[in-house]
């Protein structure tokens, strides 16, 4: 790279896979087994984007509830009534879409973003994929070995 620092539009893959709100949960397992692929933007009819999931919302979808129903305070037994973080991870349970599992505010970079800035993104805000935008439409993604390969100085290969 001559010239200055890389930017997301040197190391982001442009060939993205994407998915819809309405794709089975069924559906982005195997798509991401078969595609090898650790998380795919959700886009709407139109192709703007409505989301993001991963692996991590696969897995968390089929993690185990524990919900205490009763606590124990000396000697009194006190019902503990279910809160909202509650009832949303028993719909994420129960979720058949990807549209039900996905992160909605979805943080993105632009083209221009300099690869500096996507490392310490994705390091504060503990995420692995960056959907990048340009004119507010989808253009490419960055993952986590796409910063590593362009930090270490190997071929970006795009």
Known sequence: MEGGELKARDIMNRDVVTVRPDTS?????RL??????????????DGTLYG??????LISKE?????PTIIRVADAFIPIESD???EQEIRRMAATSVGEICTRDVITV?????????ATIMTEKKIHLLPVLSDGRLVGIIGKKDVIRAISGGSTGS
């Open 25 to 29: 949960v069924e559906e982005l397992g």
């Open 52 to 57: 993001i999931v991963t692996e991590n919302d």
């Open 110 to 118: 632009d083209e221009d973003t300099p690869v500096a800035d996507i």
């Open 32 to 45: 991401f087994i078969e595609k090898d692929i650790p998380g795919a933007p959700v886009v709407d009819e």
């Open 63 to 67: 993690k185990r509830l524990h919900i």
């Open 84 to 86: 909202a973080r509650v």
